[in-house]
């Protein structure tokens, strides 16, 4: 299986789409523009009896490039890369390093679209998904994008880690809302493979996400927490509001479940805090401000 890896050799474990699916999508695609061009073709001959030849040739034209150019140009921009036949075949167009396309990209599918696909029936768009590595077209090559499947078939599928237990509940009071999906994809995605990566390549992954997290809530990341634990910490703090949301405040993440072979030396636990002085009053006491349970998770037996 080909798995598209970024810059920072973060593995996104998406797999390219290839021709039969991109051909059933393409196919629904133009079976929608085609029924779409039709409507406006008749609208037009049977409001242009009063035209000559040359505002209806003129009308014509400019038909064929608003719906069969200009329709699956502004279809691919504003849904970032899925149309209807991409949907119902599971597919989405993304950029080569995974992130969502832009307008440029499927402008520049668009235009090269109507050479491979319109023009030349399709020969030329299946002939270069054949030959690329990656079954990419021309327009894709040019544009710098890739069509990857997004429902991909796996016996398993890795869960997101909870946060240790001190932070459950810490960031309740964070404003979430300005916090974008494709922001949350990302950090699940890290989440779910932050064991695979390099430890260096795992802080900086993390530490990058986590001040874009905190740019979007506008607050600021404690800084004795670590990313990854921080990231941790504010999706359970989602995943318990969608739940309360959907089953009543009595549901939601009251405490982080347990998972084994996370110990203290995991990236998503830090380490205990140190002991103070035997004879501490202050300690002994509790009268100072609390200290987090430095449980962490619970080695393996």
Known sequence: MDELVTGDAVVLGLRPARLPSRALATAIDLAVAGAAYLLVTVGIVLSAGSLDEAAVAALAVGSFLLVL?????????????????????????????????????????????VVEILFSVGVVASVASLVSARGRRIGDVFAGTLVVRERVPTPYRSAVPPPPPWLVGRFAELDLSAVPDDLWLAIRQYLTRMGQLDAGVSRSVAERLADDLAARTGTPAPREVPAGAYLAAVVNERQARDARRAFGPGFGAASAPVVPGAGAGSPMVPSPPPAGPPGDSSTASGTSSPVP?????????
């Open 69 to 113: 150019v200009g329709g699956p140009i502004a279809v691919e921009t504003l849904s970032h890369g899925r149309s209807l036949g991409k949907m119902a075949c599971g597919l989405r167009v993304v950029r080569d390093d995974g992130g969502p396309i832009r307008f440029r990209h499927a402008l520049v599918r668009g235009a090269m679209g």
């Open 293 to 301: 349970p430095a449980t962490g998770f619970v080695p393996p037996a």
